[in-house]
């Protein structure tokens, strides 16, 4: 059964053939990402694997109101600056957010369409990645 608040995928099911090796699609921290078993994941990948994980934590934290102070307030707007910015990255899908995807050897259009139909819960990202909810 499918939860509406994540995403998932069969374990090692074959998305094709890249090369003589095989490729398929696997969970890691909810989202797809492109497995080449003969080949090791390299730090690059991880990096911009970082980047989309940041991204969807971003785009995914509550909007940030009622601040008290001044440095609350401009840390609550920034905040909100930067989770529009990266809710219109994630769901535009453009040839930047392609292309960040492509390097971290993710499925952009399934994590794109994933976010814009709700399946991407934040909490549990931050979860997983150790970040307390913002």
Request: proline residues 2%; hydrophobic residues 35%; positive net charge.
């Amino acid at each position: 059964m499918t939860s509406t608040s994540s995403i998932h995928l069969p374990a090692g099911g074959r998305t094709g053939q890249a090369g003589n090796s095989l490729t398929t699609k696997s969970f890691a921290g909810s989202l797809a990402v492109d497995e080449d078993f003969s080949q090791p994941m390299t730090g690059q990948q991880k990096l911009w694997q970082g980047v989309v994980m940041q991204a969807l934590m971003d785009a995914t934290q509550g909007i940030q109101k009622g601040a008290k102070t001044e440095s609350a307030r401009i840390l609550h707007n920034t905040l909100n600056r930067e989770r529009e910015r990266a809710d219109t990255w994630i769901r535009d899908c453009g040839s930047n957010f392609r292309f960040v995807c492509d390097l971290a050897g993710m499925d952009p259009y399934f994590i794109s369409d994933a976010y814009r139909a709700g399946r991407i819960d934040g909490k549990r990202l931050r979860a997983k990645t150790g970040e307390g909810a913002v």
